[in-house]
């Protein structure tokens, strides 16, 4: 009787472990991260242009959204709408009226999002997988269509320090990719320089 309860607990143990494998494996978070960690410059300077528009967030077809992507982009996009448009809405205030006025059209694009909740994170720990996002953000001369630049900007949350954190650092992702993308446009303006990508190397 012994032996069969030894063997009837191995068992047990055997069927949790494949378990635990198997919700780990379809957990798994699957983005298509940056080739480079950084950006090219743009094909000119920003302050080329007079006059700014930023886009929504564009969520077509191309956006794989996985688990929590919509809470992911519609927080992106409050900070975006602070943040980004509080930018250029300065520029587009100061600057002097042009009988040629060129207009730049700054458009970020969903290429994945997954972003793990609060509860399941606190609940599901390590194995709920990790957050990430990745945008790509399009400016784009508004007369002729020419593609001015095209960066691409990406931000991860660990599981296991979002674990520890009950979720901290998977908000706190959302913060630094909305700041990415407005340092960039900043930074892009006087001088054409690109900028970082969000892909860490690690030797």
């Not at 494996?25 to 080739?35: I, L, R, Y």
């Not at 520029?91 to 730049?104: C, D, F, G, M, Q």
């Not at 606190?122 to 399009?138: E, H, M, P």
Request: proline letters at 5%; a positive charge; charged letters at 20%.
């Amino acid at each position: 009787m012994i032996f069969k309860k030894t063997k009837n607990k191995n068992k047990t143990g055997v069927i949790v472990g494949i378990g635990m494998i198997v919700l780990m494996a379809g957990c798994a978070t699957k983005v298509k991260m940056p080739e480079n960690t950084q950006n090219p410059a743009p094909s000119e300077a920003f302050s080329n242009f007079s006059k700014f528009e930023v886009k929504p967030i564009n969520q077509g077809p191309g956006c794989d959204k996985q688990r929590g992507a919509d809470n992911a982009l519609s927080a992106i996009q409050e900070k975006l709408d602070n943040r980004l448009g509080g930018l250029v809405t300065a520029w587009n205030t100061a600057a002097p009226a042009k009988v040629n006025e060129r207009k730049l059209i700054i458009e970020p694009i969903c290429s994945n999002a997954k972003l793990i909740s609060p509860a399941a994170r606190i609940f599901g720990g390590v194995f709920v997988g990790n957050s990430a996002v990745v945008l790509n953000v399009r400016y784009t001369d508004a007369a002729t269509g020419k593609l001015i630049a095209e960066p691409v900007f990406y931000q991860h949350a660990n599981m296991m320090g979002s674990g520890y954190s009950f979720g901290a650092t998977d908000r706190d992702m959302l913060d630094r990719i909305a700041s990415m993308i407005t340092t960039y446009t900043s930074k892009n303006y006087e001088n054409a320089v690109g900028g970082p990508t969000g892909l860490e190397i690690k030797n």
